[in-house]
């Protein structure tokens, strides 16, 4: 799980790195991230995890999902070179059937590419 710290919880704080931020993707996810202003006081970097019911109608399975994506990022996100940024993860229907190191792979290789 995400501490406190690193976590988005409003949604006007999702929405604005849902339409405001750039975006990456591939096959298993589509990451948004959006550089935080220089004033604010929150300088570690936060994410939130987007399951819709496309992915799955049972919440077993979406909630499953967001604690694989959750605990891979808990070592991305503590990187310094993602400090000061806010990052969503919608889950593609794609990732349904892959395994964790597929994930922790194809989430790995975003985070490289988003430079």
Excluded: C, W
């Excluded at 750039?22 to 935080?36: E, I, S, T, V």
């Excluded at 991305?76 to 792979?105: C, M, R, W």
């Amino acid at each position: 799980m995400l501490s406190a710290s690193n976590r988005l919880r409003k949604k006007v704080e999702v929405e604005r790195v849902l339409f405001k931020g750039k975006q990456a993707g591939n096959q298993f996810f589509f990451l948004r991230y959006y550089k935080q202003s220089v004033k604010s006081e929150l300088s570690s970097a936060r994410a939130t995890v987007v399951v819709g019911k496309k992915f799955h109608n049972k919440a077993v399975k979406r909630n499953r999902i967001k604690r694989q994506v959750r605990h891979i990022l808990r070592g991305i996100i503590t990187q310094p070179k993602n400090s000061g940024i806010d990052f969503a993860v919608i889950v593609k229907k794609q990732a349904e059937g892959a395994s964790y190191l597929e994930l922790k792979k194809s989430l790995n290789g975003l985070f490289i590419y988003r430079k």
